[in-house]
Nanobody, 123 residues
Framework: QVQLVESGGGLIQAGGSLRLSCAASGRTFSNFAMGWFRQAPGKEREFVSAISWNGGSADYADSVKGRFTISRDNAKNTMVLQMNRLKPEDTAVYYC????????????????WGQGTQVTVST
């Protein structure tokens, strides 16, 4: 089993930045593609960003492209989402996820999930 724990969420003013982290344990981290997803109240869980097992490929949702940056450090079993120029529409619970194989953007393609961390962006 793989355990994932997110941290770094909070309340921030529009235009500000947050750095979300995901810590993995229980299995070798480098075998998995990793992703970030978010879910606002009453909304479906949606793709934010994902990164390949070696960090060589990354995908971003159009809504965050140019503002968010995903990275990973397999030696530390961590993944980071740097979020800049935050907007109120970024408000959601953000989830870390992992899957065996290549990067995918559908939540159903990911087997392992963290508990989520709340990000609230005020106007």
């Amino acid at each position: 089993q793989v355990q994932l724990v997110e941290s770094g969420g909070g309340l921030i003013q529009a235009g500000g930045s947050l750095r979300l982290s995901c810590a993995a344990s229980g299995r070798t981290f480098s075998n998995f593609a990793m992703g970030w997803f978010r879910q606002a109240p009453g909304k479906e869980r949606e793709f934010v960003s994902a990164i390949s097992w070696n960090g060589g490929s990354a995908d971003y949702a159009d809504s965050v492209k140019g503002r968010f940056t995903i990275s990973r450090d397999n030696a530390k079993n961590t993944m980071v989402l740097q979020m800049n120029r935050l907007k109120p529409e970024d408000t959601a619970v953000y989830y870390c996820a992992a899957r065996w194989g290549v990067v995918r953007i559908a939540p159903g393609d990911y087997k392992y999930w963290g508990q989520g961390t709340q990000v609230t962006v005020s106007t």
